[in-house]
Nanobody, 128 residues
Framework: QVQLEESGGGLVQAGDSLRLSCATA????????MGWWRQGPGSARQFVAA????????WYSPSLKGRVTISRDGSKNSAYLQIHSLRPEDTAVYYC?????????????????????WGQGTQVTVSS
């Protein structure tokens, strides 16, 4: 069983940058694709970014590409999401998710069904 725990959220000002962390336990890092999602008030869960088990590939939401960077450190069993130039509309609960390595992941990384494990989320609030 894989367990995920996000951290790094909080209240920030518009224009700030923030790095979210996701600590994983119970899985082999190279055998897990990792993803970040977010859910704003009254909105559906939205894909933000994903990274392959070997870090060889990354995927980004077109609407956020250029402002976010996903990375991971296998030695620390952690994944990260750096968000730049934060805007009030970035206010959301940010979730970390993990998917066992599958050959077809690149075809549906942007769907919640691609992920087997989810963290509890960390709140990010951006004030104007």
């Amino acid at each position: 069983q894989v367990q995920l725990e996000e951290s790094g959220g909080g209240l920030v000002q518009a224009g700030d940058s923030l790095r979210l962390s996701c600590a994983t336990a119970g899985g082999t890092p190279s055998r897990l694709h990792m993803g970040w999602w977010r859910q704003g008030p009254g909105s559906a869960r939205q894909f933000v970014a994903a990274i392959s088990g070997t870090s060889s590939r990354t995927w980004y939401s077109p609407s956020l590409k250029g402002r976010v960077t996903i990375s991971r450190d296998g030695s620390k069993n952690s994944a990260y999401l750096q968000i730049h130039s934060l805007r009030p509309e970035d206010t959301a609960v940010y979730y970390c998710a993990a998917a066992p390595v599958r050959s077809d992941f690149s075809g549906y990384y942007y769907t919640t069904n691609a992920y087997d494990y989810w963290g509890q989320g960390t709140q990010v609030t951006v004030s104007s």
